[in-house]
């Protein structure tokens, strides 16, 4: 199927004006999330739990993303300096999580998972945020979805499949140094 | 309700070993980083409002 153009998406965070006016149509074909986008992600918003975000095409409400700061905890005791990631002994590794993603049926198949998931993956690359992976737990039926992007399971328990947004950014820039001041600096 | 996502895993033990062993991912394929630079332009034009 042709994917919708990129101009023709329109991005607004969740507030209650929107809520009230475009919610109640939409319909992912998945009760669960469609439950959360209707009752809980504004609830969710105003605790600062999460954020999520609509994407409108002609005005109509055709799918949304809701993200979470979230971290991946290593328990250390068992493990030694040489499984230290890049040498940094921190306790914990910054992440974002993509806590719901999900497209009006109507509209699946048209390119919108993959743009919302694009303003995701382009936030942690390019945001004000230093964010290590970006972490997601599918639903069976996204498992290929995000496969194709590059994410999957690092553990046995698959509780999460991740990204890791280092080699990412290292296989996107090999040659380019994060500061463009850093050679200049050094000579 | 719908269900709570579970923020801050804790990973221990074999999980924390495999988590370290496999953190480091295999060369992308080009359609993805095809993919990862349209989303750094695609986050760029929308970074005021998202």
């Known amino acids: 199927m042709e994917p919708i153009p990129e101009r023709a998406l329109n991005i607004e965070l969740l507030n209650a004006r929107n809520a009230k006016y475009t919610l109640t149509s939409f319909d992912s074909g998945d009760e669960e999330l469609d439950d959360f986008l209707k009752n809980d992600a504004l609830k969710e918003q105003k605790l600062l739990l999460s954020r999520t975000h609509l994407c409108f095409y002609k005005d109509r409400l055709a799918g949304f993303i809701t993200l979470a700061a979230d971290s991946i905890r290593l328990d250390k005791d068992k493990l030694d300096a040489s499984q230290h990631i890049d040498g940094c002994d921190y306790p914990a590794y910054p992440c974002i999580l993509i806590a719901r993603l999900a497209v009006d049926k109507r509209l699946q198949k048209h390119g919108i998972g993959h743009y919302l998931l694009s303003l995701a993956i382009g936030f942690a690359l390019e945001g004000p945020l230093g964010c290590r992976y970006i972490s997601v737990d599918p639903k069976e039926t996204a498992l290929e979805f995000y496969k194709k992007i590059g994410f999957s399971y690092w553990t046995k328990s698959k509780r999460r499949m991740y990204l890791n947004m280092m080699d990412v950014a290292q296989q996107l820039e090999p040659d380019e140094s994060l500061d463009p001041w850093s050679e200049d600096l050094s000579q | ?50």
């Open chain 2, 1 to 50: 309700m719908a269900r709570q996502v579970e923020l801050g895993l804790t990973l221990s033990g074999e999980e924390a070993k495999e988590f370290l062993k496999n953190e480091k991912s295999p060369a992308f394929t080009s359609d993805q980083l095809a993919f990862f630079r349209q989303a750094k332009k695609i986050y760029k034009a929308n970074c005021s409002k998202f």
